[in-house]
């Protein structure tokens, strides 16, 4: 339970800060990024686990694009998956 509060506050605190630190928007697609980074070892299930795997890599490759477009596509699906392991350290799913 402690593991679950303490990331839970951890990601919120992330998301919060996230577009205060950010100069731009590629700065906060690298931000999430990190976010799940920073949180992963904490996920339990594994199904989860395989869906922020493929999420990260969509991520990746949209960043990789070096648009504004891929960028925006980035943060949408960063905060998706941020959002899904703060729902998953609750017990929601």
């Given at each position: 339970m402690k593991r679950s509060a303490l990331l839970g506050l951890f990601v919120t605190a992330s998301l919060l800060a996230s577009p205060s630190f950010a100069g731009n928007q590629e700065d906060l697609c690298q931000m999430n990024l990190q976010t799940?980074?920073?949180?992963?070892?904490?996920?339990?299930?594994?199904?989860?686990?395989?869906?922020?795997d493929a999420t990260v890599q969509?991520?990746?490759?949209?960043?990789?694009?070096?648009?504004?477009?891929?960028?925006?596509?980035?943060?949408?699906?960063?905060?998706?998956?941020?959002?899904?392991?703060?729902?998953?350290?609750?017990?929601?799913?």
């Open positions: 799940i980074r920073d949180a992963r070892t904490s996920i339990q299930a594994a199904d989860l686990q395989a869906n922020i969509q991520a990746q490759a949209a960043q990789a694009k070096n648009t504004e477009e891929g960028t925006k596509e980035c943060i949408a699906l960063t905060t998706r998956a941020i959002q899904s392991i703060q729902n998953s350290a609750k017990g929601e799913h």
